[in-house]
């Protein structure tokens, strides 16, 4: 290809693949680098703008060209800065170091443009980090971000991921003070580096804010060598500046698909949530894998389930407090609370055996499907629905995850069953493909009783769980009309409840 013709990819290896931004959204061709992982296929999918097929060097190059055409418009940019400036990001991009956003990559102007450095691969073989070439990368990141805000932005977002993977890279457990000492110091460098590139700016282009005399004493010492001198220096040099271009440079921002795309497997400073994740294989198998920074810490340190076992949100609130002084910005709530440190149990292999059906529910087309163990028994499941969001999407993955989770560690299927069974909020109707359930309430109804026929005993399934009424299915699947709701009195009246299936058929009584 003539755009990365002389270029760093030029000479890289590709593999071909079909990826999805998510189960159900339409797959597309993708090329990336042959060494990086099917997740990295996903992450670009959902990178690139439309639904044609794509490839990391050509996706990488038009943003690229982008920006430097925008930095020489704009005066931002001289014509002999533009070739060392697009081989710095192209290396950062091909050892997945660091990026922008995904605004960037889909060139959308309306959210700010942000850019962030993956920690963990900063790592060498040994397990030291890269001081000077992290450095660099600050102010390369930099530079980006003022051309792509057009040099008028007094606040950039440059950032870190993968904190987590970083420390158990060096050997340090999260919930630690010596973790905490080398998470500060990183930090610090972080900003101290930002400033001084903010500064080379402002000696160019004219200085905005005076720079930051006063601050927080990075720790004397901390785990990584050299690491804590290379702090207290950075922050040094951008003191003794004349002043700064921006008024804030370093903000942690929640993740998107670009970190994906680096290999970073928690955003900022997150906890890891342990030292395994579910991995749904292209059969639509489940199994679970060791992280990647499991792998790098079992091959650095020998140990990965200490290293990376989920922390508690104190652990998380020490840490946010041993940084927070040099950030720029308030860093981002946590999206759950991480379970409390406990030991990771085995869990029962799973197989390529399993079962899946398809069905469609009220005009919907829904697919089922299982990961059984060795033994027969439910090991994981797995539901898509075509047409769905993107919120409903992350909603019932975050659920199947639970309960798979909960499966590996031995919760009866049956409790599962008689939680969801009959549910509601998603389509209700006729169930068409499936012999055995005519009708559901929702889609977790139809799948859950779909399992408990083929997993439990399934003549006491159905016994249990029998099929809902037609009223039931039409008043879950109707919402209310503009008559029922003037109809409805308006003060906070106790109205009797419609019972539910299940609990219409606690009531009866056989006689015999």
Not at 221 to 239: I, K, M, Q, T, W
Request: charged content about 20%.
């Amino acid at each position: 290809m003539a755009l990365t013709a002389g270029t760093i990819w030029s000479g890289m290896a590709l593999r071909r693949m079909r990826a999805a931004a998510d189960p159900d959204a339409p797959s597309r061709a993708v090329a990336l680098p042959a060494s990086w992982e099917d997740e990295a296929g996903m992450a670009l999918a959902a990178l690139a703008p439309g639904q044609g097929g794509t490839s990391l060097p050509g996706l990488a190059e038009a943003w690229i060209a982008r920006l430097l055409a925008r930095g020489l418009r704009l005066s931002l940019l001289r014509e002999d800065e533009q070739a060392p400036l697009a081989e710095s990001l192209r290396a950062l991009l091909a050892a997945r170091r660091g990026a922008p956003g995904a605004s960037v990559w889909r060139n959308d102007s309306k959210p700010e443009p942000r850019f962030v450095l993956n920690l963990p691969a900063f790592l060498d073989d040994a397990g030291g980090f890269d001081i000077a070439a992290y450095t660099t990368a600050i102010g390369t990141g930099i530079r980006a971000l003022d051309i792509l805000t057009g040099g008028k932005a007094h606040v950039l977002r440059l950032g870190y991921a993968d904190l987590a993977g970083l420390l158990a890279g060096l050997g340090l457990a999260y919930d630690s003070s010596q973790a905490r000492d080398a998470a500060a110091c990183i930090t610090a460098l972080t900003r101290g580096a930002a400033e001084s590139a903010s500064a080379v700016l402002a000696e160019r282009f004219g200085a905005r804010e005076s720079a930051c005399l006063f601050w927080p004493a990075p720790p004397a010492a901390c785990a990584v060598p050299g690491l804590a001198a290379a702090a207290r220096r950075a922050l040094e040099d951008a003191g003794r500046s004349f002043g700064l271009r921006h008024a804030g440079l370093l903000a942690l921002t929640p993740p998107d698909a670009a970190e994906a795309l680096l290999g970073a497997e928690t955003g900022g400073l997150a906890p890891a949530q342990g030292p395994t994740r579910f991995a749904h294989a292209a059969d639509g198998t489940v199994s679970e894998q060791p992280t990647r920074a499991a792998r790098r810490a079992a091959a650095l340190h020998g140990d990965a389930a200490s290293l990376l076992a989920p922390a508690p949100q104190s652990a998380r609130t020490a840490m946010e407090a041993a940084v927070r002084p040099y950030l720029h910005a308030a860093t981002p709530a946590p999206a759950a609370v991480p379970q409390p440190a406990r030991p990771l149990a085995p869990p029962r292999p799973a197989t390529a055996r399993g079962q899946v059906w398809r069905v469609t529910l009220a005009g919907h087309r829904v697919t089922l499907t299982t990961t059984e163990h060795a033994g027969g028994g439910l090991a994981a499941i797995g539901l898509a629905m075509a047409r769905d969001g993107i919120a409903f999407r992350g909603l019932m993955d975050s659920f199947l995850s639970v309960v798979n989770l909960g499966l590996a560690r031995g919760m009866p299927l049956s409790d599962y069953v008689a939680a969801v069974a009959y549910s509601s909020g998603g389509p209700a109707g006729t169930v068409e493909g499936d012999p055995d359930i005519r009708r559901a309430t929702s889609v977790l109804d139809w799948a859950f009783r779909r399992i408990a026929i083929s997993y439990l005993d399934g003549a006491e399934a159905r016994h249990l769980w029998p099929d809902p009424s037609e009223e039931d299915v039409a008043a879950e699947a109707a919402p209310a009309t503009p008559a029922q709701r003037e109809a409805a009195p308006q003060l906070p009246l106790d109205l009797p409840a419609r019972p539910s299936p299940a609990a219409r058929r606690g009531g009866l009584r056989l006689v015999g």
